[in-house]
């Protein structure tokens, strides 16, 4: 089946870095992705939906500048943790729709701890 | 709005055992119904879905019913295996494509 990648698999950075992770979908077009964040035992809560060529639309309570989503081609798009705390510290999910709409698939997630 | 409660867990079983894991929802208009699995440092699969009341979504010997008297979406499997060990995620798409919905995951564990 199609594959979506996320790079990297774990990151670990100081207070006030920022931090970029990948999503790539490997063997398909995608033209909307969808970022999650995940908290331990908790659900995945949906963070921004990615478009390509256009800008992210965020949920009700995130910070647009603080995540900064960029999907500038139709098979990758980027999030970028911006001078980030240990609250921010979490677990982030992609996950890539096929151009019919038909099928979405997710990456394998990338663990982020913030020091 | 859109929400879905997920039994929690961590569940625990035998092999062999019969599996039930609850998923209840609340939607505005139909939604369709999902359950995904999560194996350890792995991204979430699609284990079955169904996109109408009275579907039954199967795969891999899981069954789910959509259940819109109940507004349920319950995973069983007649017999467990220690593969099927793993983290289960019931979950909704109403409106906006491909926007999901997710319960809060069930771990379950099956034990030889």
């Known amino acids: 089946g199609a594959v979506v990648s996320q790079h990297p698999s774990r990151v670990i950075c100081k207070s006030g870095t920022s931090v970029k992770i990948e999503c790539r979908s490997l063997?398909?077009?995608?033209?909307?992705m969808f970022w999650y964040r995940q908290f331990p035992k908790q659900s995945l809560m949906l963070m921004a939906t990615s478009n390509e060529g256009s800008k992210a639309t965020y949920e009700q309570g995130v910070e647009k500048d603080k995540f900064l989503i960029n999907h500038a081609s139709l098979t990758l798009s980027t999030l970028t943790v911006t001078s980030a705390h240990p609250e921010d510290s979490s677990f982030y999910i992609c996950?890539?729709?096929?151009?019919?709409?038909?099928?979405?698939?997710f990456g394998p997630g990338t663990r982020l701890t913030v020091t | 709005g859109n929400s879905v409660t997920q039994m929690e867990g961590p569940v625990t079983l035998s092999e062999e055992a019969f599996l039930t894991i609850n998923c209840t929802y609340t939607?505005?208009?139909?939604?369709?119904l999902f359950w995904y699995v999560q194996y350890p440092g792995e991204g979430l699969q699609l284990l079955l879905k169904a996109t109408k009341a009275d579907d039954k979504g199967s795969n891999k010997g899981f069954e789910a019913t959509y259940r819109k008297e109940t507004t349920s979406f319950h995973l069983e499997k007649g017999s467990v295996q220690v593969s099927d060990s793993a983290v289960y995620f019931c979950?909704?798409?109403?409106?906006?494509?491909?926007?999901?919905?997710f319960g809060r995951g069930t771990q379950l564990t099956v034990w030889p």
């Open positions: 063997d398909f077009q995608a033209t909307t």
């Open positions: 996950s890539a729709i096929t151009s019919d709409g038909h099928e979405q698939y």
């Open positions: 979950a909704l798409s109403a409106g906006t494509l491909g926007r999901l919905y």
């Open positions: 939607a505005t208009g139909y939604p369709s």
